[in-house]
């Protein structure tokens, strides 16, 4: 079975500093991963998404990750952290099988930015 | 531009009262979700439709029903709301035809409250 661990349910960081959100996951099979965010009073939107391809993926807002089969990981990074960026934010792994994506959630993580 | 609604944002319910939670899609999307999460919980599948394919999850209680009368409503009714069931409630579209690599959309959610 699938599942995805968030370590950090909380994490602050000054503007400007680096963010780094972690999530190891478990699967018996290739994962799918995918980073979704979610600010105040929205849905979930995806920021990014490994499927296979290139190891290193970029997403939107300036996030990237990278997918290491080695160490289970697919942490979520950032250079510089924004006031904007202030947001909950969930990893997630595909669940196998069958022709729709269900998704598996880790916990997720609050990031706050401090100015 | 709102692309998934989910209405009302927040519901009160009394202990035992039925309840329906609505969403709605300008998509045209095949697949709808529904996520229930728990405070400082992960987002967990109840069930989806692919089409007018009803997909229950192994363990969404019994209480949780869901109707799909077209391609653009979804509801979720809880027969009969106990405590527990307390928790936003997460609707979410894909297209269909990608599988794993889907990527989901999301609603802002209903908070429900049980009195």
């Known amino acids: 079975a699938q599942s995805v661990t968030q370590l950090g349910s909380h994490v602050s960081v000054s503007e400007g500093a680096l963010v780094l959100l972690r999530c190891n996951y478990s699967s018996s099979v290739p994962p799918y991963l995918f980073w979704y965010v979610q600010y105040p009073n929205q849905g979930l939107q995806l920021l990014l998404k490994y499927t296979s391809a290139a190891t290193l993926v970029k997403g939107i807002n300036g996030f990237e990750a990278e997918f290491k089969k080695s160490e289970t990981s697919f942490h979520l990074t950032k250079p510089s952290a924004h006031m904007s960026d202030a947001a909950e934010y969930f990893c997630?792994?595909?669940?196998?099988?069958?022709?729709?994506?269900?998704?598996?959630f880790g916990t997720g993580t609050l990031l706050a930015v401090q100015p | 531009d709102a692309m998934v609604i989910q209405n009302p944002r927040y519901q009160v319910t009394q202990f035992g009262k039925p309840v329906t939670l609505s969403c709605s899609q300008t998509?045209?999307?095949?697949?709808m979700y529904w996520y229930q999460q728990k405070s400082s919980q992960a987002p967990k599948l109840l069930f989806h439709y692919y089409d007018k394919d009803f997909n229950n999850e192994a363990d969404t209680p019994d209480n949780f029903q869901s109707r799909r009368p077209n391609t653009s409503f979804c509801f979720l009714d809880i027969r009969s709301p106990g405590l527990g069931d307390a928790a936003m409630y997460l609707c979410?579209?894909?297209?269909?035809?990608?599988?794993?690599?889907?990527?989901?959309?999301f609603g802002s959610g209903t908070q429900l409250s049980v009195l």
């Open positions: 998509l045209n999307h095949n697949v």
């Open positions: 979410a579209t894909s297209g269909g035809s990608g599988g794993r690599n889907e990527k989901l959309f």
């Open positions: 997630a792994v595909s669940d196998y099988g069958g022709a729709t994506n269900k998704l598996i």
